[in-house]
Nanobody, 114 residues
Framework: QVQLVESGGGLVQPGGSLRLSCAAS????????MGWYRQAPGKQRELVAT???????NYADSVKGRFSISRDNAKNTVYLQMNSLKPEDTAVYYC????????WGQGTQVTVSS
């Protein structure tokens, strides 16, 4: 089973940017779709961005136009570029297959606050 390690989170002011990375211990080439999920305090985990291994992307309405997902199958890494961040983007961010294909990593905390 592929293990996933997320990184790149931090504290950022509203309007700022962050780039998250997700390193997989094994090949993600065969995983048709990879995604970024997030879980805010007291809320259910939600899928915010998806990318297939053919390059098709899909985004939740709440992040459309601000977030961009990419994947590098050769490096077994998935990225999430987050721009124009808002306080409501504060959450722990995770990557996984879509649908979920692996155990959850520890996630990376993103806090948007002035």
């Amino acid at each position: 089973q592929v293990q996933l390690v997320e990184s790149g989170g931090g504290l950022v002011q509203p309007g700022g940017s962050l780039r998250l990375s997700c390193a997989a211990s094994g090949s993600i080439f065969s995983i048709y779709a990879m995604g970024w999920y997030r879980q805010a305090p007291g809320k259910q985990r939600e899928l915010v961005a998806t990318m297939t291994n053919r390059g098709s992307t899909n985004y939740a309405d709440s992040v459309k136009g601000r977030f961009s997902i990419s994947r590098d199958n050769a490096k077994n890494t998935v990225y999430l570029q987050m721009n124009s961040l808002k306080p409501e983007d504060t959450a722990v961010y995770y990557c996984n297959g879509v649908p979920v294909t692996s155990g959850w990593g520890q996630g990376t905390q993103v806090t948007v606050s002035s």
